[in-house]
């Protein structure tokens, strides 16, 4: 059975930085791309990033790009999500999922809330 677990997730203030995780099983997941999208309050999910899986090419959304990296570590089968110079727009529910660009929900996600 192919499962995500996302963490990570926190409350802090405006300007910090927070790194995400995720860790999947069930799934060849060295071979597969994999991404993160998040759901803010009120609003549907928004593709944020996505990797290949050598990690070979990197894509961002332009609301997240200079200030978020994405990476992977598949000898541990985890996906990383290293958010710097966060917003109060950036609070939300963030989840991983396999693929190229795709806006799903992979696990239950972690909250990011960023507030003054």
């Known amino acids: 059975e192919e499962q995500l677990v996302e963490s990570g997730g926190d409350l802090l203030q405006p300007g910090g930085s927070l790194r995400l995780s995720c860790v999947a099983s069930g799934f060849a997941f060295s071979a597969r791309s994999m991404s993160w999208v998040r759901q803010a309050p009120g609003k549907g999910l928004e593709w944020v990033a996505s990797?290949?899986?050598?990690?070979?090419?990197?894509s961002y959304a332009d609301s997240v790009k200079g200030r978020f990296t994405s990476s992977r570590d598949n000898a541990k089968n985890t996906r990383y999500l290293q958010m710097d110079s966060l917003k109060t727009d950036d609070t939300a529910v963030y989840y991983c999922?396999?693929?190229?660009?795709?806006?799903?929900?992979g696990g239950q996600g972690t909250q990011v809330t960023v507030s003054s």
């Open positions: 990797l290949t899986p050598n990690s070979g090419t990197i």
């Open positions: 999922a396999a693929g190229w660009r795709v806006r799903a929900r």
